[in-house]
């Protein structure tokens, strides 16, 4: 359903902005869609906030983060700032360098960028490794991560195993609900304990990113769960869990398909193959698909009350604003889980042993 919601609002958005760009400008019209796009898309700075000063001007607040291009054999390395607030393309090594459209491209000394009939930019582009916000995000992730599992490692350690007090009372119960009920429930006994820390790092990285993306200031506010890069790793990383220590009856089922009749192998044992693929492939879309819907109607929400321009929309919509954001905040936990589960079924079917 979450699918086709986004289908169906960039249908209709992209075909609202057609019919009213040509008074856009008089009506001071808007940009519903381009403001949601930016905000569910990678940028190379980091927004804090926005207000207007005592002399009636806009100042924009954003972090700076850092530009690393790979160009001419060497690494380059810049501040994003030196992008949004230059009048003149930057200069790397014999080249000039400019930021459009979120990516970088080599112009000459004026900054020229070149289009093809389909208005894409076809000037060359240097290697990018910049941290960007989602990459920003997920360091910060990592960080939390390790903040609470060194902490809690230190209190056993010092502690021994005494009732859990403070933040372990919480921690703790989560832990033992994914070993017990996702990695147990789910894999053989005598190899569920060696996917339980795989399972763990999965769920509360998952959960973390989810969390922050859902928190409306700095430092949250990303989209990380809703990048399709940062998902189709996370499959990947699923794949090879799933694939690297399958037993040998699991391969035997798929390619050989002991028990049954020649003519049902034919047809079985390629849906087997491409089953292999579609696994991870599902858990890749269905992430990515919840979270980036999910900001979609937050936001959409809250431009109603600019659209129409109308005080009598607004508790409205920041009503329904407010329940769809507690309703976040239960779907970032379950789509950690539904992550997690899935993978550890799958890892269960190919580290079994069965019978044919």
Do not use: C
């Amino acid at each position: 359903m979450r699918i086709l919601f986004i289908i169906f609002f960039l249908l209709v958005t992209s075909l609202n902005l057609q019919a009213s760009s040509e008074h856009a400008e008089e009506e001071g019209a808007v940009d519903a869609f381009g403001l949601i796009m930016g905000h569910i898309s990678d940028s190379h700075q980091w927004h804090v906030i926005d207000y207007t000063n005592r002399h009636g001007h806009p100042v924009h607040i954003s972090m700076p983060l850092p530009v690393i291009l790979w160009h001419d054999n060497q690494l380059w390395f810049y501040s994003s700032d030196s992008f949004f607030h230059a009048e003149h393309p930057v200069k790397i090594g014999n080249d000039h360098l400019v930021l459009e459209d979120g990516h970088f491209y080599l112009t000459d000394h004026e900054g020229t960028i070149i289009r093809d009939g389909q208005g894409s930019i076809t000037n060359p582009s240097p290697l990018d490794f910049s941290i960007t916000k989602n990459v920003a995000s997920m360091i910060l992730s990592m960080l939390l991560l390790l903040l609470i599992f060194l902490s809690a490692a230190k209190a056993y350690a010092r502690y021994g195993m005494p009732p859990p007090k403070g933040f372990r009372a919480i921690l703790e119960p989560l832990i033992l609900f994914v070993r017990d009920d996702i990695a147990r429930s789910q894999i053989d006994e005598d190899k569920a304990d060696k996917f339980v820390p795989f399972l763990l790092t999965l769920f509360f990285f998952i959960w973390i990113n989810n969390l922050i993306g859902i928190v409306p200031f700095f430092p949250g506010g990303s989209n990380l769960s809703g990048n399709i890069s940062f998902t189709a790793t996370l499959a990947v990383f699923a794949f090879l869990a799933i694939n690297i220590f399958a037993s040998k009856d699991y391969w035997k089922h798929i390619f050989i398909a002991p028990g049954m009749p020649f003519p049902i192998k034919i047809l079985l044992v390629p849906l087997e193959f491409v089953g292999i693929f579609i696994k991870p492939f599902a858990l890749m879309i269905r992430l990515f698909a919840n979270i980036t819907a999910g900001h979609i109607i937050i936001l959409s929400l809250i431009s109603i009350i600019f659209i129409l321009k109308s005080i009598y929309i607004a508790p409205v919509s920041v009503l329904l604003s407010l329940v769809m954001f507690m309703l976040e905040l239960l779907v970032a936990v379950l789509q950690a889980y539904i992550f997690t589960l899935l993978t550890a079924l799958f890892i269960g079917m190919s580290t079994s042993k069965t019978e044919h």
